[in-house]
């Protein structure tokens, strides 16, 4: 039996955004215009967005007996999302990020990661995991909760997909260390920048052919406000970006990603998928943060 359309795996986060007149380098000083506090985490922005778009949902993290744990879970709640897979820690704190966003809405992220990095693998719940059409992992800071991921990939039974938003620290380990996760990836959606760092070869459409001779069987190129490049080997095409003013670029990365699973989920074509994660995408980041401006279903239906 299927319970979830997707289960999230990755840090549980309370982001506090500053916004800034600029980011300020070593040796420099900007200032604070305003301030916002905000549940965050980049499978758990994902998880949200594609709960507003009714997709059934749950997640696996870990979060600490403290505020900003029973903050996260209870935003889960507000959102539909299901917390039962999620641990709660006696000791340590819950993550946390701190982002500096300047006028063009660019940002620098500090991460505070607290006992995302603790994560074992006896921990977690299988049958939760196992009710699920997709998995959908992402980074974590410490060696402890990627190789958890790692060994749950291993265990998955063939009727549970793997998508992987791989972001900057886990395209650092490299391909060979990501291999295993990789080999299994149903769906894999990086940006071009993170690409070239794990492949060490410049050229996002040939960096997308180096995944999928590595098994992955579909691979969403996220390119900021060019849109994106989307390819499954067979078919390939280039989908623009919606025109929109840009206030914070935080979670855009995740909002694509949720567009992009729903369009999956719901049977639709390559080229829609891509469409509707640049959609999902271009309304997060006309607001604060990585969860405010994510659209709901009835906001889909507009698109022709």
């Known amino acids: 039996m299927t319970r979830f359309d997707v289960v999230g795996f990755g840090a549980l986060n309370v982001d506090k955004l500053f916004k800034v007149n600029k ?3 070593a040796e420099e000083e900007s200032f604070v215009t305003s301030f916002e506090e905000a549940c965050g985490g980049s499978a758990a922005n994902t998880m949200v967005g594609l709960a507003r778009l009714g997709c059934k949902v749950g997640f696996i993290g870990k979060v600490a007996d403290d505020g900003e744990g029973k903050m996260l879970l209870e935003d889960f709640r507000g959102e539909s999302v299901d917390t039962n897979g999620i641990i709660t820690a006696k000791y340590g704190r819950s993550g946390t990020a701190m982002g500096f966003v300047d006028e063009r809405g660019e940002r620098a992220l500090y991460v505070d990661p607290g006992v995302n990095d603790t994560i074992e693998f006896d921990e977690i719940n299988k049958e939760y995991v196992f009710q699920t059409r997709f998995l959908h992992l992402t980074s974590f800071v410490g060696e402890k909760s990627f190789q958890t991921q790692r060994r749950l990939v291993e265990t998955l039974p063939k009727n549970v997909k793997v998508s992987l938003d791989i972001g900057e620290l886990y395209a650092r380990k490299g391909l060979k260390a990501l291999e295993p996760i990789v080999s299994r990836t149903f769906v894999m959606m990086p940006n071009a ?5 794990l492949t060490k070869k410049a050229g996002y459409e040939r960096n997308a052919e180096v995944l999928l001779e590595k098994g992955v069987k579909i691979v969403g190129v996220k390119l900021g406000n ?11 095409s280039m989908v623009e970006a919606f025109k929109v003013k840009v206030v914070d670029t935080t979670g855009a990365g995740d909002a694509f990603c949720a567009g992009f699973l729903y369009g999956l989920i719901a049977g639709r074509s390559l080229h829609e998928c891509g469409r509707l994660g640049n ?4 309304r997060c980041i006309m607001k604060m943060g990585g969860r405010a401006g994510l659209p709901r279903l ?7």
């Open 23 to 25: 980011i300020a380098s």
């Open 226 to 236: 060019k849109g994106c490049y989307v390819t499954d080997g067979k078919e390939s």
């Open 279 to 282: 959609f999902v995408a271009s």
């Open 193 to 197: 920048k993170e690409l070239q760092i």
């Open 298 to 304: 009835a906001d889909l239906m507009k698109l022709s």
